[in-house]
Structure formats: C-alpha cells, structure tokens
C-alpha cells in the first residue's frame, strides 16, 4: 500500500554539525512534501515544503532535496544547534486517485543535538 | 500569525465517558484533518473535510468517535464512549491549498 518511511528513526550529533534527515516514498502521485518538527507535547510544526516539480528548496538553515527517480526526501539542517533537538517528519499529498489531498506522515526520526 | 487553535490542551476522562475535542482552522482553509497520534509514532489520519463534507473517515472508529464541521469553518471530534486504547494526542490541521499547519493537539488520557 501507499506509504512514508524514514531510514533512520534516531539521529545524534554535535552542537554546529550539519544533520541529514531521510525520508523514502512510495507514491509515486505524490506533488507535495512538507517536512515537520515536533516537540514533546506539542504539535507538529511546518518548517518546509516542496512540490513535486522541484528537485530542492532553501529556507533559513534547511535545505530539503527530493529524488524523484528513488523517491527520496531528506532534509537538510546546516550548523544544527541544541533547540533543533526534536522528530522530524516527512508527509506527503497525493495530487490524484484516491488518496488526493490526504496528508500521509511517516514514522520519524528522533534528532539528539549534544551541546 | 494565523493559527490552528484547538481546546482543550489536556483532557483526563473516565472510560465510557462521552469526550469532545474542538479545533478552529486557519480562516480560508478550506481543508481540515483530525489525527490521532499515539507516542512514539507519527500522527494517523481520522478524518480529512473539504469544506463541510467528509473526504475520507475510512480510519474512523465510526461505532464510538464522529466528527462535524457543519459551516466548513471549526469542528468537533467526539468519543462515546471512551476507551483506554483512546489515549493519546488528538491533533487538528488545516490547510489551503499548499501548506498544511497543525493545532497543539488535546492530550487525551483515559482512566
């Protein structure tokens, strides 16, 4: 069936590195891919998008490139810092068939940042 | 900033006992979603509107939870009755047409 998974569920590194976070998918009718934070006890937060069209996006310390031809996401944090410590999300919205406009998560990965 | 508000924050209950939860969109999101998210897990779609009818419920437990948005603006998400395998967090989206933004979610804990 159609889903999103991650590669890896935890990720630890060091206060100024930069963090790779992936993301596989298997619907291939996917046009958008949104990437979120979540912290303990809150709801998930936008941090970015990226459509279908596009094979990468910047936005302020993040960079998320999508692979079509793999169906790959990763999102990118440069020079990663203590608050950015949270799971991390991949989502996906079909743009047809039955699944259109149904916001599919996957499991997430658990992002450590060691001061 | 525009954002999903959603009440209330924490909800303790005993089982069998009615619940509600409320969830008030970003204004002009024409879409809505309920999820349920169990921790440790990522969030699991109930229901998704498109103004003020059902897209999808297929993952609804439709003999104990419904949910409304009769005007296409906010909704309610309801369990009769509540179950102890119904912990967990409760999360509202809402989205128009691109990105899609969450609520803090209700903490719901069954006792």
């Known amino acids: 069936g159609e889903s999103v998974g991650l590669h890896l569920p935890t990720l630890s590194v060091q206060e100024g590195d930069n963090s790779i976070i992936n993301c596989a998918y298997s619907?291939?009718?996917?046009?958008?891919f949104i990437w979120y934070k979540q912290e303990s006890g809150k709801g998930p937060q936008f941090i970015i998008d990226?459509?279908?069209?596009?094979d990468k996006r910047q936005g302020q310390r993040v960079t998320v490139l999508l692979n079509k031809t793999v169906k790959h996401l990763s999102l990118q944090i440069a020079a990663t810092q203590p608050g950015d410590s949270a799971v991390y999300f991949c989502?996906?919205?079909?743009?047809?068939?039955?699944?259109?406009?149904?916001?599919?998560f996957g499991q997430g990965t658990i992002l450590t940042v060691h001061p | 900033e525009a954002e999903v508000a959603q009440s209330p924050r924490y909800k303790i209950t005993e089982k069998s006992q009615a619940v509600a939860f409320w969830c008030d969109p970003i204004?002009?999101?024409?879409?809505l979603y309920w999820y349920r998210q169990i921790l440790g897990q990522g969030p699991e779609l109930l229901v998704q509107f498109q103004d003020e009818s059902v897209v999808d419920d297929s993952q609804l437990p439709k003999d104990r939870f419904s949910a409304e948005r009769l005007k296409g603006v906010d909704s309610t998400l309801k369990i009769q009755p509540a179950e102890l395998g119904d912990s967990a967090m409760y999360l509202c989206a809402s989205r128009s047409p691109a990105k899609a933004f969450f609520g803090q979610g209700t903490r719901l804990t069954v006792v």
């Open positions: 619907n291939s009718a996917s046009d958008y």
């Open positions: 204004s002009g999101h024409a879409t």
């Open positions: 989502a996906e919205i079909p743009a047809g068939g039955t699944s259109y406009g149904k916001l599919t």
């Open positions: 990226i459509r279908s069209n596009m």
